[in-house]
């Protein structure tokens, strides 16, 4: 019994240790950003706003290269309509944190690991922070690139690199691009949470300055994602092609 | 040569199906037009509702393909499963094509219970504010 008793402090440093532990391993101090999200639109502003949206404003800091290439590709889709999404093609970086499209989102949020699930193609990134970051040789470059993360207090920090060179983007960048992206949570006009995305890129290829966008997305109460799958509709089509070959016609 | 054999197998169902996209630019999205017709075919998908209405109008009988806005986006804007079945007759609110032939997207429909769902678009709103006004 006695000796029950001198174990005792020891097992409750040692649970102390745990919880303490625990508690850093879980990020408590950070807020949680878990939950499903749609475009926010300050008072005032129209439905389509939130940012994301270039809508005016002055001309990105492109080099006349960048706009070579990007006109060149305009020139192409322009007189058929033609977009990356029509080809179920996911938005990509940075065009997927400014709105992917007016879906939602759904964030999972762990200490090691951030999901981003866009409704849009059903695309996904991944922001690993800590030790399950992706060692540099062993990454393959994307539309979304590799995102690793860290806290500064309650704001996100989140790093993209590795994309590929992508002109069909609103905000076109190359391969070199680096996007920073601080996302934290404030209050909405009506008291709801909101939380705010700042968007950074730097592209040496590209652009000239850093390109700077904001966009705010609105917590949807107990939101649910759709499914989304894109490729369905040619699939059906497909089929039925193939049907009409089959029957001779 | 076999692998050659089944990428190009690949390659030419990638094409058959690439084919089958377009984009919206044949639609006219400034004006909306209303057309009633009997549902021949519905597949709510994505990225576009797909659509068959036989129509009787005063160009005859027929039947018309629609396309419209994603199964998503109809979701947020009222629709749920089973709204629109084949053998109902029913209303579709679309942007026409420009060229003025039959079809169109369709962005709002209104079911054979009554039950309307999806968005009005800036000419179905301009029509409703100018009968509220009794300009039209």
């Not at chain 1, 270039?54 to 001309?59: A, E, L, V």
């Not at chain 1, 290269?65 to 938005?91: I, M, N, S, W």
């Not at chain 2, 068959?52 to 109008?57: A, E, G, P």
């Not at chain 2, 629709?79 to 629109?84: G, P, S, T």
Request: aromatic share 8%; proline share 5%; hydrophobic share 35%.
């Amino acid at each position: 019994m006695h000796r029950r008793f001198r174990a005792a402090p020891g097992i409750a440093a040692a649970g102390l240790v745990i919880i303490v532990f625990g508690a850093t391993r879980l990020g408590a101090q950070q807020p949680d950003f878990t939950g499903v999200w749609t475009t926010y639109n300050d008072p005032g502003q129209g439905p389509g706003g939130g940012g994301g949206g270039r809508g005016g404003g002055p001309p990105l800091p492109m080099n006349d290269a960048a706009k070579q290439k990007v006109e060149k590709y305009q020139a192409l889709v322009k007189p058929t309509g033609d977009t990356p999404g029509g080809y179920c093609l996911g938005t990509g970086m940075p065009g997927s944190m400014l709105g992917s499209g007016g879906y939602p989102m759904e964030i999972h949020q762990r200490p090691e690991q951030i999901m981003i699930v866009y409704e849009a193609h059903n695309e996904v990134r991944r922001v690993y922070l800590g030790d399950r970051m992706v060692p540099e040789a062993d990454r393959l470059p994307g539309r979304n690139g590799y995102s690793n993360g860290r806290w500064e207090g309650n704001t996100l920090v989140v790093e993209t690199t590795n994309l590929i060179e992508q002109v069909d983007q609103r905000y076109a960048h190359s391969s070199k691009a680096k996007i920073v992206e601080r996302y934290r949570l404030e209050k909405g006009a009506k008291g709801e949470a909101v939380l705010v995305a700042e968007m950074t890129m730097t592209d040496p290829e590209f652009y000239t300055a850093p390109v700077t966008a904001t966009k705010k997305w609105a917590k949807v109460p107990n939101g649910h994602l759709l499914p989304y799958e894109c490729a369905e509709e040619n699939w059906i089509k497909h089929l039925e092609q193939l049907e009409k070959k089959a029957a001779g016609k | 040569m076999r692998h050659t054999v089944i990428i190009s197998a690949a390659l030419l169902m990638l094409g058959a199906s690439l084919a089958a996209h377009h984009s919206a630019i044949q639609f006219d999205f400034t004006n909306s037009k209303a057309v009633t017709g009997v549902v021949k075919k519905f597949i709510a998908i994505n990225p576009h509702m797909q659509l068959v209405l036989h129509v009787k109008d005063a160009k005859g009988e027929r039947d018309i393909e629609f396309e419209g806005h994603s199964t998503n986006n109809m979701y947020r804007a009222g629709y749920r499963d089973n709204m629109i079945k084949v053998g109902d007759t029913i209303t579709v609110y679309i942007a026409p094509l420009k060229d003025g032939s039959d079809g169109g997207y369709v962005t709002a429909a209104l079911t054979a219970s009554g039950t309307r769902f999806g968005a009005r678009s800036r000419a179905e709103l301009e029509q409703e504010r100018l009968k509220a006004e009794g300009k039209k």
